[in-house]
């Protein structure tokens, strides 16, 4: 089955910066979209960004300037750069991968972002 790690979540003060990474496998299952999404408590989880197998990437406008997602050369992990955190930024960052051809998602367990004002 697919599999999906996230990791780079931590504590930072408000202007900071974070990268998380997400690494998945088997590497070459038939994924189409890799996305990003933040839930803070008691609000629903929200897409962040994405990026296609490809390479085309998009941002929410909320994070536009600020957070960038990007991928590595193996193909199987992909990163969120996150910059200028402020602490509505604070919450559960989970990677989601998506198949077209099995028609599947698949989400990792999340890694928790704190940010401090």
């Known amino acids: 089955q697919v599999q999906l790690v996230e990791s780079g979540g931590g504590a930072v003060q408000a202007g900071g910066s974070l990268r998380l990474s997400c690494t998945y496998s088997?590497?070459?299952?038939?994924?189409?979209?890799m996305g990003w999404y933040h839930q803070a408590p008691g609000k629903r989880r929200e897409l962040v960004a994405s990026?296609?197998?490809?390479?085309?990437?998009n941002h929410a406008d909320s994070v536009k300037g600020r957070f960038a997602i990007s991928g590595n050369d193996a193909k199987d992990t992909v990163y969120l750069q996150m910059a200028s955190l402020q602490p509505e930024d604070t919450g559960v960052y989970y990677c989601?991968?998506?198949?077209?051809?099995?028609?599947?998602?698949?989400w990792g367990q999340g890694t928790q972002v704190t940010v401090a004002s």
């Open positions: 989601r991968a998506y198949s077209d051809f099995w028609k599947a998602e698949f």
């Open positions: 088997p590497r070459d299952f038939a994924i189409n979209i």
């Open positions: 990026l296609t197998s490809d390479g085309d990437a």
